[in-house]
């Protein structure tokens, strides 16, 4: 999403279409991410329950990955894996 | 034409904005806004106003209300004082960020410690960077004119910010006035009805007041800055389309004997008239004394300010509040940040004066002026003085 100008903003920066906050990439806040190791996963989706976004997504195959558009990489998924299948690893 | 009659101001101003077809008003009473507060809820509660009153249970309470109905696209009004206008503080620039043309009567007091309920400028001064509007009154006649014209220039398509309107408090709010108030057919030729820039409805949901990190928050500064700064041009031809209706002209800078003075005064609301008595009397003992009055002070008129001042030697600011341990009153910082860049500046004195409700006569006026006068030397210039405190 290209930046507006101050020019460009909307008059009392008001928000004209309902649900546009998923167009805000949050994502680009994260100076780390996590990265789901599925041999020691055990598909109980305590990462799925804790995520403070809601970005963490069960596949088809039962496997937990994060929407890296919106993950901000706060940790508490890996924080609160117990089989530590969760590892944050630094964004390059 | 409108109608001559005498009445105490407050009552007045709530008359006024009576007859502005306003929606709704939360208005939270205190001294000296209460009558404001008092007649207004009279007006709505016997009929005479269509007009929701809302009894909050506070100023800050009485502020959210007016940017919730602002926002569904209600005309509203709000008014406050002192200590009420410091609870309100955190919503003012949410209001101009807004773009909310909320309108607002203060009633200037001083704001505590300790605890005082008379006249100076301490409460507005803090407000000064929420980015509202700001203008000053000088008389009954004004506060009743500028709580009508206030709406419509809230309301223009290129400003769409709040105003406020500074009465000062008891010298003006509890005086009984002869003044002209405007008919109803008057005021619905001048004021056009409000149309909002947007509105809360569930027919077509909008965000009002959403979140914004760093990537926006500076270009949405700038916009609001820039917002404030062209509502001069509007405030100048309301003033004007005023002037056309009704024969009573307004201007950001006002003055009184200026134009060959060589040493001038500046002043902000009642005391402007006071001060031109003292003018009359300097003038008839020979000396060459001016006054300028500072109507509009957001957005800051300062090519109009260098304007009137390029000319004259001596300049004595008066402030009545103080910005503690900072360099001087706040109306003189402003005015000597306005004139700093000019290649030919006056001598700058300050006097913060009239704190609290402290009397002004005339010859305390004729005072400052004899004594700048007799600084031959500048030796007193560029510093501020408590006029009359004992030492």
């Not at chain 1, 990265?35 to 088809?60: R, S, T």
Request: net charge negative; proline share 6%.
């Amino acid at each position: 999403m290209a930046l507006k100008t101050w020019k460009e903003l909307p008059i009392g920066c008001v928000v004209s279409e309902p649900g546009s906050a998923s167009e805000y990439h949050t994502g680009s806040w994260r100076s780390q991410r996590p990265v789901w190791n599925d041999a020691k996963c055990i598909k109980c989706g305590i990462c799925y329950v804790f995520c403070p976004e809601g970005c963490v997504q069960q596949g088809e195959d039962g496997f937990f990955k994060a929407n890296l558009d919106y993950c901000k990489g706060c940790g508490i998924c890996a924080h609160e894996c117990w089989p530590k299948a969760i590892e944050m690893v630094e964004e390059e | 034409m409108g109608k001559r009659m005498g009445m105490e101001v407050a009552m007045a101003v709530a008359e006024a904005v009576g007859l502005c077809n306003i929606d709704m008003a939360a208005v939270y009473p205190i001294t000296p806004q209460s009558h404001i507060a008092e007649h207004l809820s009279d007006l709505v509660a016997n009929g005479e106003i269509d007009a929701e009153f809302v009894t909050v249970e506070s100023e800050h309470s009485a502020m959210s209300a007016v940017i919730g109905a602002s926002g569904t696209g209600a005309r509203s009004y709000t008014a406050t004082s002192s200590q009420g206008l410091m609870l309100m503080h955190e919503l003012l620039p949410i209001a101009s960020a807004m773009r909310l043309p909320i309108c607002m009567a203060i009633a200037n007091r001083a704001v505590s410690g300790p605890l005082n309920i008379l006249n100076d400028h301490t409460d507005i001064m803090p407000q000064r960077d929420s980015g509202w509007i700001s203008m000053f009154v000088e008389n009954g006649q004004e506060a009743i004119d500028m709580s009508i014209i206030a709406f419509k220039i809230a309301e223009h398509k290129d400003v769409m910010l709040p105003v406020n309107i500074n009465i000062d408090g008891f010298q003006l709010t509890h005086m009984v006035e002869p003044f002209e108030m405007p008919t109803q057919e008057e005021v619905n030729q001048f004021l056009p009805p409000f149309v909002p820039h947007a509105t809360l409805h569930p027919a077509k949901p909008v965000t009002m007041g959403a979140f914004a990190m760093s990537d926006y928050f500076a270009e949405i500064m700038k916009a609001k800055d820039e917002a404030l700064k062209n509502s001069k041009k509007v405030i100048l031809d309301v003033w004007d389309d005023w002037a056309k209706i009704f024969g009573r002209t307004y201007k950001p800078v006002e003055t009184y004997m200026a134009d060959d003075a060589e040493i001038l005064m500046l002043t902000m609301g009642s005391m402007g008239e006071t001060a031109q008595v003292a003018i009359d009397e300097l003038r008839a003992k020979g000396i060459k004394a001016g006054l300028v009055k500072l109507r509009l002070w957001r957005p800051f008129p300062l090519e109009e300010i260098k304007a009137v001042l390029k000319n004259t030697k001596k300049l004595i600011v008066t402030d009545r509040a103080i910005s503690f341990g900072g360099p001087g009153g706040p109306v003189f910082s402003e005015i000597k940040s306005a004139l700093y860049a000019e290649a030919q500046r006056p001598l700058i004195y300050n006097y913060i004066y009239g704190l609290g409700g402290r009397d002004v006569p005339v010859p305390d006026f004729v005072g400052m002026f004899e004594k700048v006068l007799a600084d031959t030397a500048g030796k007193l210039a560029d510093s501020y003085e408590f006029w009359g405190v004992r030492e």
